[in-house]
């Protein structure tokens, strides 16, 4: 089976642009976890949907940031305008609620430098 | 909130010796997850192991087990035969046992494997 699929796994773009990263969660998996990580807070959760319906954003950082899972099989991570301090690794999981231990199944991640 | 502490930002072990990894949890919830995650330098994150709170037996998995002391509210990870390939991140986390897959991560060791 195929994990799950985040793209573009590098973007590098100038503050105020728009950023979109996608992500494809493992099939029949009903959660999907956007994660940040960086060197200063490490790994932080910004949002997750269970059965593509948003749960819990308080993570999100600000306004600028917004996602979206219009489908069980695809979902957004919009940042707009984009700033230097939103350079980061985002990673995308999924997990399937039946499983005992919970396992969150990672995506390769996509690696968001702003200048 | 949960909180996941790793004391050691870094760690270092000869090849085949074995390495213990520190991670104290804090939490109040009577059912919880406790997770091992390995992140090596290409950036992706790998399940290794996990233990429930109702778990009578430390969980294991090949050459990782995790020592789980529930009155010191310790989870260490044991690294058994150590090899160049395990050099990498080592991040701990738990959940709060009701929504799968939102974990709480530490901030993670950095395991290196000389020869």
């Known amino acids: 089976d195929a994990g799950v699929i985040q793209s573009p796994r590098h973007e590098v773009t100038e503050m105020g642009q728009e950023v979109t990263l996608r992500c494809k969660p493992i099939?029949?998996?009903?959660?999907l976890f956007w994660y940040r990580q960086t060197m200063m807070r490490g790994l932080e959760l910004l949002i997750y949907?269970?059965?593509?319906?948003?749960?819990?954003d308080s993570g999100m950082p600000e306004d600028r940031f917004s996602a979206k899972m219009p489908n069980a099989s695809f979902s957004t991570l919009k940042i707009q305008p984009s700033e230097p301090r939103d350079s980061a690794v985002y990673f995308c999981?999924?997990?399937?609620?039946?499983?005992?231990?919970?396992?969150?199944?990672f995506g390769e991640g996509s690696r968001l430098t702003v200048l | 909130a949960q909180k996941i502490t790793q004391t050691q930002p870094g760690m270092f072990v000869q090849e085949k010796e074995a390495v213990t990894l520190d991670c104290t949890y804090d939490?109040?919830?009577?059912?919880?997850?406790l997770f091992w995650y390995k992140q090596p330098s290409s950036g992706e994150m790998i399940f290794l192991i996990y233990?429930?709170?109702?778990?009578?037996q430390n969980a294991t998995e090949g050459r990782y087990s995790l020592n789980f002391q529930k009155a010191r509210k310790s989870a260490n990870l044991v690294i058994s035969a150590s090899q160049l390939g395990d050099s990498a991140m080592y991040f701990c986390?738990?959940?709060?046992?009701?929504?799968?897959?939102?974990?709480?991560f530490g901030r993670g060791t950095q395991l290196t494997v000389w020869p």
């Open positions: 099939s029949g998996h009903d959660y």
């Open positions: 999981a999924s997990s399937l609620r039946e499983e005992d231990t919970g396992e969150l199944f």
């Open positions: 949907f269970n059965n593509n319906v948003p749960i819990d």
């Open positions: 986390a738990t959940d709060r046992g009701s929504t799968l897959g939102r974990l709480y």
């Open positions: 233990q429930g709170s109702y778990d009578q």
């Open positions: 939490t109040s919830d009577p059912s919880y997850g």
